[in-house]
């Protein structure tokens, strides 16, 4: 089991911006950022491999960027030009395995899951 601890999450405005970072016990190959809003189903943000690939949702493109330092373990996810449907709990993932890149947008994909950290954008 690997137990993994976000942080980072909080409220902004409309334009703000967010950094949430997630930290694993050990190195871990594949890491990633999904979110889930009241009603909807969780879905995939961003993910990152040991290697630095990197795989975005057409939402967030352009906003959002993954990064990873592999010496600390953590995951971060620089949140720009946040919009009020950026509104959600976001969760940090993890697994060992090299999940294919068009298969790592679902979240039955990932083993490993943080406790979730809420970001609220509001007008």
């Known amino acids: 089991q690997v137990q993994l601890v976000e942080s980072g999450g909080g409220s902004v405005q409309v334009g703000g911006s967010l950094r949430p970072s997630c930290t694993a016990p050990r190195s871990i190959f594949l890491m990633g950022w999904f979110r889930q809003a009241p009603g909807k189903e969780r879905e995939g943000v961003a993910t990152?491999?040991?290697?630095?690939?990197?795989t975005y949702a057409d939402s967030v493109k352009g906003r959002f960027t993954i990064s990873r330092d592999n010496a600390k373990n953590t995951l971060y996810l620089q949140m720009n030009s946040l919009k009020l449907e950026d509104t959600a709990t976001y969760y940090c993932a993890a697994d060992q395995a090299s999940v294919p890149l068009n298969r790592r947008s679902e979240p039955a994909a990932f083993n490993f899951w943080g406790q979730g950290t809420q970001v609220t954008v509001s007008s």
């Open positions: 990152i491999d040991y290697d630095g690939d990197t």
